[in-house]
């Protein structure tokens, strides 16, 4: 077996480099992860740019599926996992003792200072794996893993990121069932996993925005299962368009999910039925919204809703969902990058890059 592992760190502001770092040891309650895949998330682009508040230098990566390469006793009793087994890992790492974790919202938990998940802790905290842009991952006694099926490709298991935010933001936080449309703001992967997971949980009609080089994305959108989508570009009024495919009523739960523009947050108001629910995902750099009418709110008695992180239930609903595999989620993939490709890799998924645009992209180390 090896005795280092590469590691991808960011020193600054769209700095990366290529470290390598000894293996730790392992106790009776800590584990040690091979990397077999690292989801590259929205967040990511935003870390690497420097708009997110984080301590450098960290190993990037927060997504990450691997196997356990070496495993504690009490560990591999308290998990139910053991050598040999594959696991996607949550990216945060809750206390378990604080406000937030007793109340069961550990995906909030600040009790270990700060945020304390993966890709946030800093590499001079030992053992310094603390991210999955790497070859191994170090397990945290209070990590949480989940078993998945070891015969999926990776690249489709790495999934279970995107498509749990999918579940808690557009059905587990709204409540979404049976008797719902709902309309989902912004086609990225985030919003595609969206759709998937509306669909999953027998919402009545599932809408999507987006603009009009998002056309492939919408395209792609119809295929997972949206019933309708816009291009808010060529629409030439969005407001009536919604209110037509929804009888009259607008939608019972709406999702934002577009990054950065904070115009989707001000029209979804108009958007949403009365009595419905409005979930806001997508960060907007702490930008104020203009044009935020809150007597629709108050005229609609309609419930805003904020959601950050993915919790056990949807990251199980997930897996659950790509194990079985009736959804073609291999259309989302679009990338694997190699570790040395980190930057390439990033700069695709934000659209920076000269090649073709990024919807699920992937870190695969080899
Ligand atoms: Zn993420
Ligand atoms: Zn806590």
């Given at each position: 077996m090896a005795r280092t592992s590469r590691v991808v760190v960011q020193?600054?502001?769209?700095a990366l480099e290529m470290r390598e770092l000894p293996l730790p040891e392992i106790d009776d309650d800590s584990g040690l992860l091979r990397v077999e895949a690292c989801g590259i998330c929205g967040s990511d682009a935003e870390q690497y740019a420097g708009v997110l508040p984080a301590r450098w230098p960290t190993v990037l990566g927060h997504e990450p599926l691997g196997i356990v390469e070496k495993i504690g006793d009490r560990a591999a009793k308290r998990w139910g996992v053991d050598v040999g087994d594959r696991v996607a890992v949550e990216t945060l790492i809750p206390c378990g003792y604080c406000r937030a974790c007793v109340a069961g919202?550990?995906?909030?938990?600040?009790?270990?200072?700060?945020?304390?998940?993966y890709s946030y802790v800093?590499?001079?905290?030992?053992?310094?794996?603390?991210?999955?842009?790497?070859?191994y991952l170090y397990l945290d006694p209070h990590a949480i893993v989940h078993r998945v099926d070891?015969?999926?490709?990776a690249s489709i298991a790495v999934m279970f990121n995107p498509l749990g935010a999918g579940f808690r933001w557009a059905v587990e936080i709204p409540r979404t069932g049976p008797g719902d449309v709902v309309l989902v703001l912004g086609p990225g992967q985030r919003g595609l996993a969206s759709v998937v997971a509306a669909r999953a949980a027998g919402a009545d009609a599932v809408i999507v925005t987006g603009l009009a080089r998002d056309a492939r994305k919408l395209a792609l959108a119809r295929e997972l299962g949206a019933d309708h989508v816009i291009d808010v570009d060529n629409e030439p009024d969005v407001k009536r368009r919604v209110k037509e495919l929804t009888g009259g009523r607008g939608a019972d739960v709406v999702v934002e999910v577009s990054s950065n523009s904070t115009e989707p947050v001000a029209d979804a108001l108009h958007y949403v039925a009365t009595g419905g629910r409005i979930v806001l995902a997508g960060v907007k750099g702490f930008k104020a919204v203009p044009g935020f009418v809150s007597d629709l709110v108050v005229v609609k008695e309609a419930t805003i809703l904020g959601a950050f992180g993915v919790t056990s239930r949807s990251y199980r609903s997930a897996i659950r969902l790509i194990e079985k595999g009736?959804?073609?989620?291999?259309?989302l993939h679009t990338h694997d990058f190699a570790l040395e490709e980190a930057e390439d890799a990033i700069r695709t998924l934000a659209g920076e890059g000269p090649g073709e645009a990024s919807i699920h992209s992937c870190i695969v180390p080899r």
């Open positions: 020193t600054a502001p769209r919202r550990y995906q909030v938990c600040r009790g270990r200072g700060g945020m304390f998940g800093p590499v001079d905290h030992p053992p310094g794996l603390w991210g999955a842009y790497a070859d070891a015969a999926l490709p009736d959804v073609p989620l291999a259309k």
